[in-house]
């Protein structure tokens, strides 16, 4: 089955304590990114990849790092949480092949306290 | 540079109603459009995609979209609203194959019995 599979769905953490969220898909697609969804707001971009070892800021890159390292896993990684930071994240993916739309993952919702 | 605008964050309608879900853009270039649903604690579904074909499209669950491009708008309809149609809907653009997806900040849909 075609699917983004996100990790973990739900997370608490502290202010600074460094985490990770893992994206993960199996569709061979090129395109993947980041967005939080916050009410009001819609989805905003986080970052972009391209492929594999091109990456790119989104519209709300401050406090994020990711890598794409391979082509099917692209992790969001925030290296020092922080409460304003608290959202609900998607990774997405899609070809760039052809009109594609965007795969969602389930999402991970985050909080920080 | 792409944005989308969604008109009403939330609508209701009684079931049986037709339903109307308001978007327009901006796009320096023919867009590539999309409807999203999102229920609640799950990611992002599509429901439906233009992608220059015909302006008319059909989408799941008998919801359908007119591109009017005169008008940049994209609205979402369905006929007859059923009380499983309760979610939240993203209308999203996106200039390039497959590529930097810009979404709306969403309308949520209630259907009243």
């Known amino acids: 089955e075609a699917q983004v599979t996100q990790n973990p769905r739900y997370l608490i953490t502290v202010t600074g304590k460094k985490l990770t969220v893992t994206c993960s898909q ?8 980041w967005y939080r969804q916050d009410p009001g707001l819609g989805l905003r971009q986080i970052y972009y990849s391209m492929n ?3 990456t790119d800021k989104g519209d709300v890159p401050e406090g994020y790092k990711v890598s794409r390292k391979e082509k099917r896993n692209f992790p969001l990684i925030l290296e020092s949480p922080s409460p304003n930071q608290t959202s609900l994240y998607f990774c997405a993916s899609s070809s760039t092949v052809g009109r594609s739309e965007a795969f969602f993952g389930q999402g991970t919702r985050l909080t920080v306290v | 540079a792409q944005s989308v605008t969604q008109l009403g964050s939330h609508v209701s309608v009684s079931e049986g109603a037709l339903v109307l879900l308001r978007c327009n853009y901006s796009s320096s270039v023919p867009p590539y459009l999309f409807w999203y649903v999102q229920y609640p604690n799950q990611g992002l579904q599509l429901l439906l995609k233009y992608t220059s074909a015909a302006t008319l499209v059909k989408g799941i669950n008998g919801f359908e979209a007119e591109f009017k491009k005169s008008e940049t708008s994209f609205h979402l309809t369905k006929p007859s609203a059923h009380m499983s149609d309760a979610a939240e809907y993203f209308c999203a653009v996106s200039e390039n194959y497959g590529q930097n997806f810009v979404f709306g900040p969403g309308t949520r849909l209630s259907v009243l019995p």
């Open chain 1, 26 to 33: 199996n569709m061979n697609h090129e395109y993947m990114s």
């Open chain 1, 52 to 54: 594999v070892e091109v």
